[in-house]
């Protein structure tokens, strides 16, 4: 089934913009409707700022109380988010319009993830950036991708903050280990497997664990064959270097456009203590991510 119902989260950032292309270009080639929602940043709104150019503050976001706003920067700060606001609007729309593209347009608060959340619960594809460091300071949306893929219930494109994406989907590496997770982002990832070479790749710790999951890996290539996929094995012994080293070692030597990879087979807390290999990819991907829970 291809993708038919996309939504992307941008900011006023040249990331922000560059993934609101590539979103474009995706429902171009699928002939879907776009949702765009474009994140204000919180510290700088005000209901009043909002307003004079007809723009509703979204819900629960937070304005300038009396006491901290004054009539100085604070002020021209909402006027700047404000501007920046409607012109990202009238952007998104005349994209539609020139492009034929059916699709809607949301404004969130920065840290709203509860808002964007619902939204990526009932859409085929939602597309997101990596959170840069320092996201405050450069004007970045502050929504932690990983909170989207845990709570949504479906596939996120993780857009990295450094590079250039046209498109997605062409050259494809499937990280996978036959967890339920992997499983559930290889037929989510589907209607961008169609047309593209994929090499799925299962990193093993020895090889006992290699010979004991090729059978699995066998059928997993035989599936994508049945769906028009031209799929490739190919089993890595870890040794001493991190499954997510491993996998972005691999796509830059593939040269591919994406890693479709499950999502947080532990949790993140655990990850985030422990170490994972979600948490590595999202930290250090060079290349888009497709993640399922």
Same mark, same amino acid.
Request: charged fraction near 20%.
């Given at each position: 089934?291809?993708?038919?119902?996309?939504?992307?989260?941008?900011?006023?950032?040249?990331?922000?913009?560059?993934r609101?292309?590539?979103?474009?270009?995706?429902?171009?080639?699928?002939?879907?409707?776009? +949702? /765009?929602?474009?994140?204000?940043? #919180?510290?700088?709104? !005000? *209901?009043? &700022?909002? $307003?004079?150019?007809? %723009?509703a503050?979204? +819900? /629960?976001?937070?304005?300038l109380? #009396?006491?901290?706003? !004054? *009539?100085? &920067?604070? $002020?021209?700060?909402? %006027?700047?988010?404000?501007?920046?606001?409607?012109?990202?609007?009238?952007?998104?729309? !005349?994209?539609?319009?020139?492009?034929?593209?059916?699709?809607?347009?949301?404004?969130?608060?920065?840290?709203?993830?509860?808002?964007?959340?619902?939204?990526?619960?009932?859409?085929?594809?939602?597309?997101?950036?990596?959170?840069?460091?320092?996201?405050?300071?450069?004007?970045?949306?502050?929504?932690?991708?990983?909170?989207?893929?845990?709570?949504?219930?479906?596939?996120?494109?993780?857009?990295?903050?450094?590079?250039?994406?046209?498109?997605?989907?062409?050259?494809?590496?499937?990280?996978?280990?036959?967890?339920r997770?992997?499983?559930?982002?290889?037929?989510?990832?589907?209607?961008?497997?169609?047309?593209?070479?994929?090499?799925?790749?299962?990193?093993?710790?020895?090889?006992?664990?290699?010979?004991?999951?090729?059978?699995?890996?066998?059928?997993?290539?035989?599936?994508?064959h049945?769906?028009?996929?031209?799929?490739?094995?190919?089993?890595?012994?870890?040794?001493?270097?991190?499954?997510?080293?491993?996998?972005?070692?691999?796509?830059?030597d593939?040269?591919?456009?994406?890693?479709?990879?499950?999502?947080?087979?532990?949790s993140p807390?655990?990850?985030?203590?422990?170490?994972?290999?979600?948490?590595?990819l999202?930290?250090h991907?060079?290349?888009?991510?497709?993640?399922?829970?």
């Open positions: 089934m291809p993708l038919k119902d996309l939504l992307v989260s941008f900011d006023r950032t040249a990331a922000g913009y560059a609101l292309d590539l979103a474009f270009n995706l429902a171009r080639a699928s002939r879907a409707h776009l +949702a /765009g929602a474009y994140v204000l940043p #919180e510290t700088n709104v !005000s *209901p009043a &700022g909002s $307003a004079a150019f007809g %723009l503050p979204p +819900a /629960g976001m937070t304005g109380g #009396e006491e901290g706003a !004054s *009539p100085g &920067g604070m $002020a021209s700060g909402v %006027l700047r988010e404000a501007e920046a606001a409607e012109s990202a609007e009238q952007h998104f729309k !005349s994209k539609l319009r020139l492009q034929g593209i059916d699709g809607e347009w949301h404004l969130l608060a920065d840290g709203d993830s509860a808002a964007l959340i619902e939204l990526a619960k009932s859409v085929d594809l939602t597309i997101v950036g990596q959170r840069p460091p320092n996201s405050e300071a450069n004007g970045a949306s502050r929504f932690r991708p990983e909170d989207i893929v845990m709570t949504a219930g479906r596939p996120v494109l993780i857009v990295p903050y450094a590079g250039t994406f046209e498109t997605v989907g062409k050259r494809i590496l499937f990280a996978w280990d036959g967890t997770e992997a499983n559930r982002a290889m037929h989510d990832a589907l209607p961008l497997f169609t047309d593209a070479d994929a090499t799925v790749v299962f990193v093993g710790s020895n090889e006992r664990e290699l010979a004991q999951h090729r059978p699995a890996l066998d059928r997993v290539i035989h599936h994508l049945h769906h028009g996929v031209a799929a490739k094995p190919e089993e890595t012994l870890r040794g001493g270097l991190a499954v997510s080293d491993i996998l972005l070692s691999r796509a830059a593939l040269a591919a456009d994406m890693i479709v990879s499950g999502g947080y087979h532990h807390l655990r990850e985030a203590l422990l170490g994972g290999v979600s948490r590595e999202l930290q991907m060079t290349v888009p991510v497709l993640m399922s829970h």
